[in-house]
């Protein structure tokens, strides 16, 4: 009977007080065993590479919480601090470790590269062994193929397509349509308080898909694709979480709007040929038939992986937009240089005026001396991409120093151009330090190397031109701005930035 009631007891699978300590003490053990392996691997990758100083901080949050704190939000006013809240976060470092330290960020080993000598190493990585640390975020809103997580070969091989259709030549061929669409933008500012840099930005993201999609900005598809753009964008520098009213969650949604306007080109570009019809897009400025053809392993792309490639490059409009702002802001602060940049272009248009030309024109940007000073001072002080990250496929060796497989590296940009022995009083908006063109060996607004932003002629273009626009017709106030910016992860004005228009009296 006993043994009986014995096996009835564990068949209905009650257990015996001292199975059950003895089942907790395994599971303890084995927590334990886990916790020492944890700390072990911790302990054993940060002495991998034994001449890097640095600490790899906590466990698995490793230095993160202490470089979080830098991304918090900040006020233009505060600008100097918040700059040095990231730089400072890196200075510290430095100070301590030297100008090559190891750390623990983005839940990664890493090691971060100060100096310009090692932030262009990372750049131009002349032993091809890193490839780029794109975020979870992009890769699940811009699909595989964007542009930021390709690597090797077919990564260089699209850069190539992509750069091409943004060099000067075909930028000449289109900018009497963007002066188009940034006149027809402007024509109903006068005497209206505006959002800045939402007016600034659907004009880029309009010009972006004419650019790169060959829609007309003028058709209605345009308007539809500028407003889903406008919402991707802060689903990337969102925590992915996919729940209703999140950033992500609209990010996500727009994108598959997006898909919906954009494959339906694609499939018309294929099938069309150079016959010119199209719903919504021109084939002759549609200029990735290149890409059409693309083949890996034999197979032409996907139409789905061509989207994914423009659309992240079309989704890089957010940066130019606060330049212009910014640019706008400080002008308006400091009247001698706003005179200035007005002496510069009443200039140009008149001359404009006189050869009976009045459109703008691409070689109008060499007369834009001043104003292109401020442009280059607006990137330096904004530093919109504050870094770049970049993973080692393969140990490498420099100065003395590995970076080991698998771990990271940062090249933090924002310590250079706030580096006071390189760009005196740094936190001063000053566009005399660009009156001679920028160093490129000190200022990597851009990058630089086989990863350089494709579209720096383009955002040079329409900055400049958007500020000759603006300068030569209007007086603005700017009359409400919360002031509120973050630099972390990239830099960004917060809230809209209303501006009033009128029409400057001298010249109506
Ligand atoms: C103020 C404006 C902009 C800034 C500061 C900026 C900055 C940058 C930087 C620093 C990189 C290099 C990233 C890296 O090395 O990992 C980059 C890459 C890139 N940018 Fe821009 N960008 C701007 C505007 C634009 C515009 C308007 C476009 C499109 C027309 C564009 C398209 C791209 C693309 C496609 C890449 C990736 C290149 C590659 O990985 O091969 N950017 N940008």
């Known amino acids: 009977m006993k043994e009986f009631e014995e096996n009835a007891q564990s068949e209905v699978g009650v257990m015996s007080p001292e199975y059950v300590n003895a089942v907790t003490l395994v599971v303890t053990a084995l927590c334990v065993v886990q916790l020492v392996r944890v700390l072990w691997n911790w302990q054993t990758e940060g002495l991998r590479s034994i001449p890097t100083k640095g600490s790899l901080g906590w466990p698995i949050l490793g230095e993160m919480p202490s470089l979080l704190r830098c991304a918090g939000t900040y006020t233009l006013e505060s600008c100097p601090r918040s700059h040095l809240a990231f730089v400072s976060w890196l200075r510290e470092r430095v100070e301590k470790y030297g100008t090559m330290f190891k750390t623990h960020v983005l839940f990664r080993p890493t090691i971060m590269m100060t100096t310009p000598e090692e932030i262009r190493f990372v750049l131009d990585d002349p032993d091809k062994k890193l490839s780029n640390g794109a975020p979870e975020t992009l890769k699940r809103l811009l699909g595989s193929f964007n542009v930021f997580a390709l690597a090797g070969q077919m990564h260089r091989d699209i850069h190539k397509i992509l750069a091409d259709s943004a060099l000067v030549p075909e930028l000449k061929r289109k900018t009497p349509e963007f002066d188009r669409l940034i006149r027809h933008s402007m024509s ?25 999609f060959g829609i007309s900005w003028e058709h209605e598809i345009a308007d539809k694709a500028a ?120 200039q140009l248009r008149k001359l404009k005026k006189e050869s009976g030309e009045p459109d703008f024109s691409l070689s109008d940007l060499r007369e834009l001396k001043y104003l292109t000073q401020v442009f280059h001072e607006a990137l330096r002080i904004t530093t919109i991409a504050p ?33 006071p022995e390189l760009y005196p009083e740094p936190s001063k908006f000053n566009p005399d330090r660009f009156e001679n063109p920028p160093n490129p060996a000190i200022f990597f607004p851009f990058g630089r190397g086989n990863r350089a932003c494709i579209g ?26 919360t002031g509120k910016l973050k630099h972390l992860p990239t830099f960004r004005l917060l809230g809209k930035v209303e501006i009033a228009f009128e029409s400057r009296a001298e010249l109506s």
């Open 387 to 419: 870094g770049v990250v970049r993973s080692a496929t393969a140990d490498i060796h420099f100065k003395g120093h590995v970076i080991p497989k698998g771990w990271i590296t940062v090249a933090p940009f924002a310590l250079i151009h706030m580096d």
């Open 456 to 481: 720096r002629q383009f955002t040079r273009l329409m900055v400049l031109m958007i500020l000759y626009h603006i300068i030569s017709n209007f007086t603005w106030e700017v009359v409400n701005f």
């Open 188 to 212: 109903t500012w006068n005497g209206r308080t505006l959002d800045l840099l939402g007016a600034v930005q659907y004009a880029f993201f309009k010009a972006m898909t004419f650019n790169f």
């Open 227 to 346: 407003a889903l753009l406008s919402l991707v964008m802060p689903g990337v520098v969102s925590v992915p979480i996919n729940l209703p009213g999140t950033a992500f969650y609209k990010a996500q949604n727009a994108r598959k709007k997006l898909d919906k306007i954009f494959l339906p080109i694609i499939q018309e570009m294929r099938s069309t040929g150079s016959d010119g019809s199209s719903k919504y897009a021109s084939v002759e400025n549609f200029p990735y038939h290149s890409l059409l053809k693309y083949e890996i392993n034999g197979e032409q792309l996907s139409d789905i992986a061509v989207v994914d490639i423009l659309l992240s490059a079309i989704l890089s409009g957010e940066g130019p937009s606060n330049v212009v702002s910014i640019a706008l802001i400080y002008l308006k602060k400091n009247p001698p240089m706003l005179k200035r940049a007005q002496v510069e272009v009443d």
